[in-house]
């Protein structure tokens, strides 16, 4: 069985510190979703709230339709995997797995059984005998999540389970654990703070900053349309202008700026758009998005003084100083066996799209918090 | 062993591991094995008046053990009754005392380690350590005045009309028991305490969220995980309660003799030290034999103790 979550203007405090503010979210039956944050943002409080361990100080949180207020988390429809997994090390592996089925008073053959099941489905048949401490890092992930499905939740919830994973491991198990999702089909949510985690596995994102939910939508959408200024400085990298609003039209905004006059598309919260005519903005333009203008015509053209060259192998990184722009600029182009052409102290056009562009109201910005 | 020691030396510098060999040295030569060897070799000999100490009648005897189970070969009965019944009584009483200490001590000990919380946790520690800056025989006056007759709780139970007449705490070794109990708590709490403290609070919970009630998580997390802090808090307090002194010498009943009172009595008044220390090797030995067969019984491994 898979259920719904639903978030209903739920409000977390703790003392006068308030940890979630106004979550108001619905997650579907079978989806996997992600709570994607820098450490302290509320992301892992939410999650405790949802697997029943502290209760809203406001607001209802619904699974499956059902009213949770009161319910333990021994009780809910919900199992948790911890970010250091918390592993019994006093048992061994199947007896880890089948924990839930002992408290339900499951007889020892059954639970060998299931443990077996459980054991082919993540790839480590015939080492249910093993301890813990035996198995290697990502075996480890494997039986925490076994441990999770054997108890049949209706939601499974994850708290940064990559986190202790090396890289190549790490993006091992983003595949694996989509895999399993797809396989039992029932909800996920995911806490993290690495935004490749939750753009590669999600369904929908929902970023988070200072208790607040700043965007929910799938991981393009995210990426390509931040609404705040707050994700579009924290879901990969992006350039930053900042200006005054001179003239607004058909989702576009035109934005004065010190480095020159830009068009941008005008971001939209909530399904209205932010900006009008006399706002302090922000303008955003990713780095894989600027091109040198080199003759070509760009919505938006400005005048940049080449610094440094970096040699990424598939990439290119080129930093400018531009005129006006508090931060120095950054360009990314694919390596595709020539030269950048530009040297170091020349100077260059650069050009974009106006619709490659978003613009904000001026806010907080995520390496600013 | 050569290379060993050159190692040794040269990784903690000379005076330091001169410093370090000499104390290692006074402590288990000096403090332990010395009194020890000196106690097990006294209780095979007689006891003679000094004048014949070195002479012909100084040789090895097993008399003292034979006393100690077979009693005076004048007394009417075949085994000495008395002494061996005080020594079961004492064993058979330490056990109880420790298993109530027990369960006193690991709901406190799990409190103090994940329940309370800053300066509340610190507050309880100090509650717990100041009574023990007392010294032990004021602590059991205290606890003789308190129980006494027309001591405090017999007052104020009479006050409350729950009696009418006082109860003889320490006639009928009330005191004793309750003196003994808490004698060595702290002992019990402690190492329960160490051990618990380092349990990963995820655990509780990640067995919490997996559906289980509180008494499976005590009895398949917290109790397994705490097992080598309860040993060694059981086994101290055993030890040390079967080899106790002071509460009995002053919060048993007239009629109740405690084993480290017979002990004591053949130093002191019945001027045997030979004797003395018979019983107190066998106290010693029993003790451990004991501790060992509950520790198998438990099936808790010897290195698990001193982690």
Not at chain 2, 292 to 307: H, N, Q, Y
């Amino acid at each position: 069985m898979s259920a719904d979550v639903q978030l209903d203007n739920v409000w977390i405090r703790f003392g006068d510190f308030v940890a979630a503010r106004d979550i108001n979210i619905h997650i579907q039956d079978g989806e996997f979703f992600s709570f994607l944050g820098s450490s302290g943002c509320g992301k892992t409080t939410i999650l405790r709230a949802v697997s029943g361990f502290s209760e809203p100080s406001e607001g209802r949180v619904l699974i499956g339709g059902k009213d949770m207020a009161g319910i333990g988390p021994n009780k809910r429809p919900t199992a948790l995997i911890f970010q250091n997994l918390a592993l019994f090390p006093l048992m061994k592996v199947w007896e880890n797995i089948t924990f839930s089925l002992e408290v339900a008073g499951v007889g020892k053959a059954e639970r060998k059984k299931k443990a077996d099941e459980l054991l082919d489905l993540i790839a480590l048949s015939g080492q249910g005998e093993k301890m813990p401490n035996e198995l290697s890092g990502g075996q480890k992930q494997r039986v925490a999540i076994a441990r999770a499905l054997c108890a049949e939740p209706d939601v499974l919830l994850l708290d940064e389970p990559l986190s202790a994973l090396d890289l190549k491991l790490r993006q091992h198990m983003r595949t694996e654990l989509r895999a399993i999702q797809q396989r039992v089909g029932i909800t996920f949510i995911y806490i993290t703070h690495d935004q490749g985690e939750a753009l590669t596995m999600s369904d929908n994102v929902a970023v988070m900053s200072q208790g607040k939910i700043e965007q929910v939508a799938d991981g393009t959408t995210v990426y390509d349309s931040p609404e705040t200024s707050f994700v579009a400085s924290f879901v990969g990298e992006n350039n930053l202008f900042e200006g005054k609003v001179s003239e607004v039209s058909e989702g576009y905004a035109i934005v004065d700026t010190p480095s020159g006059r830009l068009r941008a598309r005008n971001a939209k919260h909530n399904g209205e758009y932010q900006l009008k005519t006399g706002d302090d903005a922000f303008l955003f333009i990713r780095p894989e998005s600027l091109k040198f203008a080199d003759g070509g015509s760009y919505d938006n053209q400005i005048k940049a003084n080449v610094l440094q060259h970096e040699f990424e192998g598939s990439f290119w990184q080129v930093f400018f100083n531009v005129q006006g722009a508090r931060r120095t600029i950054k360009l990314s182009m694919v390596n595709d066996g020539g030269s950048v052409g530009h040297e170091k102290g020349s100077e260059a056009q650069l050009g974009f799209s106006a619709d490659k562009a978003v613009a904000t109201p001026v806010g907080m910005l995520a390496d600013e918090t | 062993m050569k290379a060993y020691w050159k190692a040794f030396f040269l990784k903690n510098g000379v005076s330091i591991s001169a410093y370090l060999l000499i104390s290692i040295m006074i402590w288990l030569g000096m403090l332990i094995m010395l009194p020890q060897f000196f106690m097990f070799d006294f209780s095979f000999r007689f006891n003679l008046p000094p004048a014949e100490l070195g002479g012909p009648k100084d040789v090895y005897t097993m008399s003292h053990y034979k006393y100690m189970v077979f009693g005076s070969e004048q007394a009417s009965d075949s085994y000495n009754v008395v002494d061996v019944w005080v020594f079961v009584r004492t064993i058979v009483t330490a056990i109880c005392v420790t298993i109530f200490d027990l369960a006193l001590c690991y709901p406190i000990a799990y409190y103090l380690a994940h329940v309370a919380r800053g300066g509340w946790a610190r507050l309880m520690v100090i509650a717990l350590i100041i009574p023990y800056w007392v010294n032990e025989l004021l602590r059991a006056f205290a606890f003789k005045i308190m129980l006494g007759t027309s001591g405090i709780i017999n007052d104020f139970m009479m006050w409350a009309g729950v009696i009418d007449q006082p109860i003889e705490f320490v006639l009928e070794n009330y005191a004793l028991y309750a003196g003994l109990g808490y004698a060595f708590i702290l002992l019990m709490i402690f190492p329960i305490y160490n051990a618990i403290e380092s349990l990963d609070r995820n655990q509780i919970e990640a067995a919490r969220d997996l559906g289980s009630p509180w008494w499976r998580i005590h009895k398949r997390i917290v109790i397994p995980y705490a097992k080598p802090g309860i040993t060694s808090g059981c086994t101290m307090v055993f030890m040390l309660t079967a080899g106790a002194l002071a509460a009995p010498q002053i919060l048993g009943g007239p009629s109740s003799l405690w084993y480290t009172q017979i002990i004591y009595q053949w130093f002191n008044q019945g001027n045997n030290w030979q004797r003395g220390s018979a019983y107190a090797v066998f106290l010693l030995f029993s003790t451990i034999v004991i501790v060992l067969l509950a520790m198998k019984a438990f099936k808790v491994k010897l290195g698990e103790v001193s982690r």
